[in-house]
């Protein structure tokens, strides 16, 4: 199974376990429908679903997940920008369910990739059916299915 996630925190059908980087970001496993997963920021100041920067779009394609996109375009707000992003459907294993979620691929990010940094970031709106606690002093993140 191919990994590019962090391989100590798993996820169960009804809670995930994440983590604390060294940067401080908290970070989880997103899984594909075939089980492979990559690394994901939990970004509270994003309110759509799974944003991913162009460059990333090629490695979440090679990680086994299902993904299309359209010829639309809209302004995203999220890290303190608003670029644009091309808009798209991704499929996703998330707890028990598999699920068909909005992806927007953010075409001129404002930063480079650097290795270990997350594949993509999810935002609230996939978080819409879960429970997020981010424990700092202890490193860790957990999402609860409720």
């Not at 199974?1 to 169960?12: D, E, I, K, L, S």
């Not at 995930?16 to 429908?33: A, E, V």
């Not at 939990?42 to 359209?70: K, M, S, W």
């Not at 920008?81 to 699920?99: I, K, N």
Request: proline residues 5%; aromatic residues 8%.
């Amino acid at each position: 199974m191919h990994q590019v996630g962090c391989n100590r925190y798993a996820m169960t059908t009804s809670k995930m376990i994440g983590w604390i980087d060294d940067r401080g970001r908290p970070l989880i496993n997103l899984q594909s429908p075939n089980g492979t997963s990559v690394s994901a920021l939990v970004d509270t100041g994003f309110n759509g679903e799974i944003l991913v920067e162009g460059q990333n779009y090629d490695r979440l394609v090679d990680a086994d997940f299902p993904c299309h996109l359209t010829t639309l375009f809209r302004r995203v707000e999220a890290v303190g920008a608003a670029p644009y992003a091309r808009l798209g459907l991704a499929r996703v294993q998330w707890h028990d369910d598999e699920r068909i979620v909005n992806l927007q691929v953010v075409l001129n990010p404002e930063h480079a990739f650097h290795r270990g940094d997350p594949i993509v970031t999810v935002g609230t709106r996939f978080l819409i059916d879960s429970r997020l606690t981010i424990d700092f002093p202890e490193q860790f993140v957990t999402v609860e299915k409720v």
